[in-house]
T-cell receptor
Framework: DQQVKQNSPSLSVQEGRISILNCDYTNSMFDYFLWYKKYPAEGPTFLISISSIKDKNEDGRFTVFLNKSAKHLSLHIVPSQPGDSAVYFCAASAVYSSNTGKLIFGQGTTLQVKP | EAQVTQNPRYLITVTGKKLTVTCSQNMNHEYMSWYRQDPGLGLRQIYYSMNVEVTDKGDVPEGYKVSRKEKRNFPLILESPSPNQTSLYFC?????????????FGPGTRLTVL
């Protein structure tokens, strides 16, 4: 049972345009959400996070939106750059109800930004 | 440089031959964890450790062992590898055991079991 789902395996956008990556979750106990970026032959690197007490968090070109009622979050990259081409993983955690530190990951979305 | 290191990066082995994948972090993190990444499944947690001598199972622990004798090291042991353990493995760490959960990942170990 996939608790965190990224339904788009891939996304292609033009340089300078907006990239929107989506993520859905099913477990209402999740209270902390993260996005990781992964380049080939490297480990995932933390990109941005959001707590369930917020609905938006912004860091430079990256903004994460959280819609708790819809159990949906999205990552917006504006403007997109060729160096953003990577696999993006959405992850969720139940920080306040569990001390296991477990991150539940989605399947990943491969973003290609064309020059 | 603050980092999580894993060795080996690539390994091809045969069914039943015991192997160990090492993981080390230089950030004095209490929490360490192992994940495996498989196509269409994302990353799934195998084992985690809250501190020295404290380990527990994640979602997919079958066929794996871990130990945490020192804070910096968290090796993953496959006593009798099988082909279904062919995967990409990541070690991760983070400071503390509660609160926000940004984890730092190693570069990965690609394991093939024939």
């Amino acid at each position: 049972d996939q608790q965190v789902k990224q339904n788009s395996p891939s996304l292609s956008v033009q340089e300078g345009r907006i990239s929107i990556l989506n993520c859905d979750y099913t477990n209402s106990m999740f209270d902390y959400f993260l996005w990781y970026k992964k380049y080939p032959a490297e480990g995932p690197t933390f990109l941005i996070s959001i707590s369930s007490i917020k609905d938006k968090n912004e860091d430079g070109r990256f903004t994460v939106f959280l819609n708790k009622s819809a159990k949906h979050l999205s990552l917006h990259i504006v403007p997109s750059q060729p160096g953003d081409s990577a696999v993006y993983f959405c992850a969720a955690s139940a920080v306040y109800s569990s001390n296991t530190g477990k991150l539940i990951f989605g399947q990943g979305t491969t973003l290609q930004v064309k020059p | 440089e603050a980092q999580v290191t894993q060795n080996p990066r690539y390994l091809i082995t045969v069914t039943g031959k015991k192997l160990t994948v090492t993981c080390s972090q230089n950030m004095n993190h209490e929490y360490m964890s192992w994940y495996r990444q498989d196509p269409g499944l994302g990353l799934r947690q195998i084992y985690y450790s809250m501190n020295v001598e404290v380990t527990d199972k994640g979602d997919v622990p079958e066929g794996y062992k871990v130990s945490r004798k020192e804070k910096r090291n968290f090796p993953l042991i496959l006593e009798s590898p099988s082909p279904n353990q062919t995967s990409l493995y990541f070690c991760a760490s983070r400071p503390g055991t509660g609160g926000m959960n940004e984890q730092f990942f190693g570069p990965g170990t690609r394991l093939t079991v024939l």
